[in-house]
């Protein structure tokens, strides 16, 4: 991999969104969410469709201004940085790229835009696997090599942040091995990426720490493997409401799953004199299973493999 092609600032350029909120009407899409990405790091940005992803990305991007909070890129709007293409590039829809120019001519525009050296279009057009290509026209491209040159035209500007809405859509095996490679060096050498994806498995395969939202709140967020390492044990009780507030009163770590039971953060023998010191009636006891990160999304967010696997089947059109 070109390291100089991938530069990132040593120093790091984080992203920050704090107390974000934006409402259609009486519908709040994102709801007080906060999060971090830190440099050196790629995050997964997760949620089932409608949960206020793509929302949250255009926010971040100036292309939708919150009601509330603030969504920053180095501590700045991204709607008040000097040179935003330098700072952050963003990916949200590749099918937008104008669909009369060659590849090479999408990107020596974008290079004369952003005033970059003579010869840094080219450049680009090599690292996504484009070269061949480059004098063949967007629109008989497809919907992979969009994604390539999405990717390319993020990249044009040397950015510090990465910001991609459903890269690997579209992209064949090698490809999408590529995307790995690529992302990882960018963060090897102190970048900060950001990816919306529903390809969950790919998600793992790529990702350093996640960050999962249903119904535009904060569901989790952590390492990839604390979120998909067992800990504790998974309860199930006769009245869940009685068993979490007892747990909120000990102040005992738990998530409550959408299929109604809770994982505790307490060994199964010290979960049941919990609940009969509270008379709490157990319906089920054991040690919890974390499995991958699908069976984790599942869990916190309630959806089904099948609503995933329809989502994966064409480009994302997700709020």
Request: overall charge neutral; hydrophobic content about 40%; proline content about 4%.
């Amino acid at each position: 991999m070109n390291h100089r092609t991938l530069k990132a600032d040593t120093g790091g350029t984080p992203i920050e969104v704090r107390g974000l909120t934006k409402r259609y009407g009486t519908r709040a899409v994102v709801d007080d969410l906060s999060f971090t990405c830190t440099p050196g790091t790629v995050t997964g940005f997760l949620g089932p469709n409608g949960a206020g992803k793509s929302t949250t990305l255009r926010i971040l991007t100036s292309l939708a201004a919150a009601d509330a909070g603030q969504a920053l890129v180095g501590g700045r709007r991204y709607s008040d940085l000097t040179d935003p293409a330098r700072t952050i590039g963003v990916m949200l829809d590749a099918t937008a790229l104008g669909r009369g120019r060659t590849g090479l001519e999408t990107l020596r525009l974008a290079e004369r835009t952003l005033r970059m050296p003579a010869g840094r279009a080219q450049e680009v057009l090599e690292l996504v696997g484009l070269a061949d290509a480059a004098r063949k026209r967007v629109g008989g491209y497809s919907y992979g090599m969009r994604q390539r040159l999405g990717i390319g035209v993020a990249l044009m500007g040397d950015p510090k942040v990465l910001v991609l809405d459903e890269p690997a859509n579209g992209l064949d095996p090698e490809g999408i091995r590529w995307m790995r490679r690529l992302l990882r060096s960018f963060a090897d050498s102190g970048g900060t990426v950001l990816l919306s994806s529903h390809q969950l498995r790919e998600v793992q395969a790529t990702v350093d720490r996640l960050v999962v939202i249903d119904q535009g709140r904060l569901v989790r967020e952590g390492t990839l493997e604390e979120l998909t390492t067992a800990r504790g044990t998974r309860v199930g009780a006769e009245h869940t409401q009685t068993l979490l507030a007892a747990l909120q009163s000990e102040s005992v770590p738990h998530t409550a799953r959408a299929d109604g039971l809770v994982d505790v953060e307490l060994a199964a023998d010290d979960m049941g004199r919990l609940a009969l010191r509270e008379q709490i009636v157990l319906t089920s006891l054991g040690p919890a299973d974390a499995g991958g990160l699908e069976e984790v999304f599942f869990s916190l967010t309630g959806t089904t493999p099948s609503d995933t696997t329809a989502a994966e089947r064409g480009p994302a059109t997700i709020a």
